[in-house]
């Protein structure tokens, strides 16, 4: 991928990061700290919603994408199943909307808020093949400009709505966030028109073919789900909302990560799954030097992402005092938590890589124990911790059970793929981990010493790893 397609792509990420640091402030001056932990829970029910319902199809469209003819048929028999599977799901959660939303949020609008969480999940999975459709067209401004639309007419609200005499409760924030959405899709609906056939059936046999490709992701992803979001189960039932609310602060800080890990998946499977499908459909004697091509590829993306991995903590931990200035009183615990929060995706991104050969073997199963294994610890660790220490043992909770999914996923690759040299992708990686955790800890008592000590971890990194970032910027201007 040439560097003005990677800046196109990338650009919508940039603007959702820099609204989400500018969104995270409003919300914490109007709501208060119990509502930012209820939205947090919001938006972790609809992202499972999304992952459940839509059973890794939308996986398998990438996948199959460049192997099919007809994508708009492609396209129609992905995204239909999602949605009739849940529309058929309404009749129960209308029945029981009231006491799911006494149990998960602690409120009682009488049902209202499942309502809207229902209706936002609806959209979310339209507009998630949507984008792909776009993503896959290699339409990269439009992809870019539709990405953070949601966040900006959020921000528009906010600012437009504080300026009236409201009552600012989450009721009213749902709401928001539900029509923001809703604005966002019927522009992305109006932008795809021209790239999107008029619905033609759905292929019942080819179906069938990609849910068994993507059932196992599908669980995959549910449980990698589950390592994600956990923690803030646990901080609800075990601490307090208002801890959960700081924690979820940090989280949402810790958003440019996530954005980061969204951009690179976005780019970085279509770009490998092109690789492989001509290799595959080469001729014998070119099948070794395409290969040879594609390990090549897999090492340089590898140093780069290692790179920024090691890299983006360390800036945060110098800076992250002047979320101080920027936050309520009450917030001073995300000063600390945003590192580790940053580092759950950054390891996620590497394991993308590191664990390419599942996807190149179609070894989906492997990712399968990854999930289910950092799940299991995330889950022992969270039952340990975090009624010892609140929204910090969350925190380290997880940050171990994305190590241990990274490792997994590693090691499954190397397995049925390609050997990698682990002394230079791990030690790195535990000395992160072990610094990350002291500064959680210890920073609030030894701020200055940890200033300096990520100061000169950076320039360490920066020095260490300078033929990495070199090589990567060679790789696309090429």
Avoid at 246 to 262: C, E, N, T
Wanted: charged share 10%.
């Amino acid at each position: 991928m040439k560097l003005k397609a990677l800046r196109n792509f990338s650009f919508g990420a940039l603007v959702s990061a820099v609204l989400t640091i500018a969104i995270m402030p409003v919300l914490a001056f109007f709501f208060s700290v119990d509502d930012i932990g209820r939205f947090s829970l919001f938006q972790l029910v609809s992202s499972l919603s999304v992952l459940l319902f839509s059973m890794g199809l939308d996986q398998s469209y990438v996948r199959e994408f460049h192997e099919k003819t007809d994508q708009g048929l492609l396209l129609y028999t992905c995204l239909m199943p999602a949605l009739v599977f849940f529309l058929l799901f309404f009749p129960v959660v209308f029945y029981f909307s009231t006491e799911i939303e006494g149990w998960l949020f602690e409120t009682h609008y009488r049902g209202e808020l499942i309502m809207v969480l229902y209706f936002w999940v609806v959209i979310m999975l339209i507009t998630r093949f949507l984008q792909l459709n776009l993503r896959m067209h290699q339409r990269s401004i439009l992809y870019s400009i539709n990405q953070p639309l949601t966040k900006m007419v959020l921000l528009v609200g906010l600012l437009c709505f504080g300026a009236f005499d409201v009552l600012f409760d989450f009721l009213f924030l749902s709401n928001l966030y539900l029509a923001s959405s809703l604005i966002a899709l019927f522009v992305l609906m109006f932008v795809v028109r021209g790239y999107v056939d008029s619905f033609n059936g759905v292929d019942v046999g080819l179906l069938r073919s990609m849910l068994r490709y993507s059932i196992p992701l599908a669980c995959s992803g549910i449980a990698y789900w589950g390592v994600g979001s956990l923690d803030r189960f646990f901080i609800k039932e075990y601490s307090t909302l208002t801890d959960l609310g700081v924690y979820s602060m940090a989280i949402s800080f810790a958003g440019v990560g996530i954005l980061i890990q969204q951009v690179f998946t976005t780019i970085w499977h279509p770009s490998i799954f092109e690789r492989v499908s001509k290799q595959q459909n080469a001729a014998t004697r070119d099948v070794s030097v395409l290969q040879e091509d594609l390990f090549l590829f897999v090492h340089k993306i590898q140093g780069a992402v290692l790179t920024v991995v090691l890299l983006l903590p360390a800036v945060l931990g110098t800076c992250s005092w002047v979320l101080l200035y920027v936050l309520p009183v009450g917030y001073g615990d995300v000063v600390f938590l945003v590192v580790p929060c940053t580092t759950f995706p950054l390891l996620l991104i590497l394991s993308e890589v590191t664990g390419v050969g599942i996807a190149v073997k179609r070894k989906s199963k492997y990712t399968v124990y990854a999930s289910v294994s950092a799940l299991l610890m995330n889950g022992a660790l969270n039952m340990v911790l975090v009624p010892l220490y609140g929204g910090k043992g969350a925190a380290i909770a997880t940050l171990f059970s994305y190590f241990v999914y990274f490792c997994v996923r590693t090691e499954a690759s190397i397995l049925i793929w390609k050997p990698l040299r682990r002394v230079p992708l791990y030690g790195p990686l535990v000395f992160l981990v072990f610094l990350s955790t002291a500064f959680l800890f210890f920073g609030a008592e030894y701020h200055r010493e940890f200033i300096i000590i990520w100061l000169a971890y950076m320039v360490f990194v920066l020095a260490f790893y300078r033929k990495s970032i070199y090589m990567v910027l060679n790789l696309y201007r090429n």
